[in-house]
């Protein structure tokens, strides 16, 4: 396709019907289904009440370790991080072990004790951390979340919504690391004595039962019931669902997960060495792209539209559904 102006558009109508949302439910007080590349939104329920998250929680304790600590760090255990009440890895004050370590106690065993090990070393106290936990939320625009402790028992100023979880789950989810520890099933970690080794079970039950299930943490208080987070990934396709005080959470997030799957598709927007030959200075060049390009999009769906802006030396083509922008890629001139 030639054109000399700075910018070609070129637009391919796919359908214009809407996607209802209603054809699923859940047994939640509060629930949310995401697609995780856009953000949209694919069901909720009210999904903006605050409530607690329980250990939930710990997705935000990773994701603030993770990003303020190297993983190899030798952490010797505050001895007020030790004998936490509920789910515990059994640390002893003065032990050392490493942050990695930590986390997987943090996200597989749901321990407690290494939530506030985590706090401690990284924020120097729990009003340290939770400080630069509550800081991490106010920069992804959370208005309804906050947090008073590292594990997520029971404070009445601590608590979030099923959306405001969803939001926290992606940001978490963008993360190699994190995504790594929280697809694990299970992990045997050596003592630093080399007396004894832990071994740290996902709690997360999905995980065994289906091959599209990639995370992310269970919860549970009395007050606050069963909390679940999940993520699957599905063809490249990819999802997250909350529930907030759920007694069948395990049947309802692998639903929530069908329907998403069910409303989506994989699209190759643009593919490698494909582009466009264009007239620049009075010489033809082949405007391409290196590499392959996709986008999670609706089954149904409206028009999607690629803008290629260009000079002689390359540019970018955005593609979009309407209005939005649902992916880019970089285009190299080749005489």
Not at 16 to 21: A, D, F, L, N, Q
Not at 144 to 170: C, K, Q, V
Not at 285 to 298: K, N, R, S
Request: with cysteine; aromatic share 6%; proline share 2%.
């Amino acid at each position: 396709m030639k054109k000399t102006a700075a910018a070609l558009i070129i637009a391919a109508i796919i359908s214009i019907c809407p996607i209802r949302s209603h054809a699923v439910g859940t047994s939640a007080e509060s629930a949310i289904l995401i697609e995780a590349q856009s953000g949209d939104v694919l069901y909720e329920k009210d999904a903006d009440t605050r409530r607690g998250p329980a250990s939930t929680t710990k997705i935000m304790t990773a994701l603030i370790a993770i990003e303020n600590c190297d993983l190899d760090k030798i952490v010797e255990v505050s001895p007020m991080a030790v004998g936490i009440e509920g789910s515990s890895a059994y640390l002893y004050a003065g032990e050392k072990i490493t942050m990695e370590s930590l986390l997987y106690a943090l996200l597989l065993q749901s321990a407690n004790d290494a939530a506030a090990a985590i706090a401690y070393e990284v924020g120097g106290g729990i009003d340290g951390f939770c400080a630069m936990m509550n800081e991490k939320a106010e920069s992804l625009g959370l208005v309804n979340t906050h947090f008073s402790n590292p594990h997520g028992l029971d404070d009445e100023m601590h608590y979030t919504t099923a959306r405001e979880l969803a939001m926290i789950a992606r940001a978490a989810m963008e993360n190699e690391t994190f995504c790594q520890v929280v697809s694990t099933v299970k992990k045997a970690v050596p003592m630093e004595d080399g007396g004894a080794t832990r071994v740290f079970i996902n709690h997360n039950r999905l995980l065994r039962c289906y091959d599209d299930i990639v995370g992310v943490k269970t919860g549970y208080t009395k007050k606050c019931g069963r909390t679940l987070v999940s993520a699957s990934d599905k063809d490249g396709m990819k999802f997250i669902a909350v529930t907030l005080c759920d007694g069948d959470d395990w049947r309802d997030h692998r639903a929530l997960h069908d329907y998403g799957q069910s409303l989506y598709e994989r699209v190759k927007l643009i593919g490698r060495g494909e582009g466009f030959e264009v007239s620049s200075r009075g010489e033809s060049v082949f405007v391409g792209c290196d590499d392959d390009v996709y986008a999670t999009l609706p089954r149904v769906r409206g028009e999607i539209k690629a803008v290629a802006e260009y000079s002689s030396n390359g540019g970018e083509v955005n593609f979009y559904l309407g209005e939005k922008l649902v992916g880019r890629a970089e285009l190299h001139g080749k005489k």
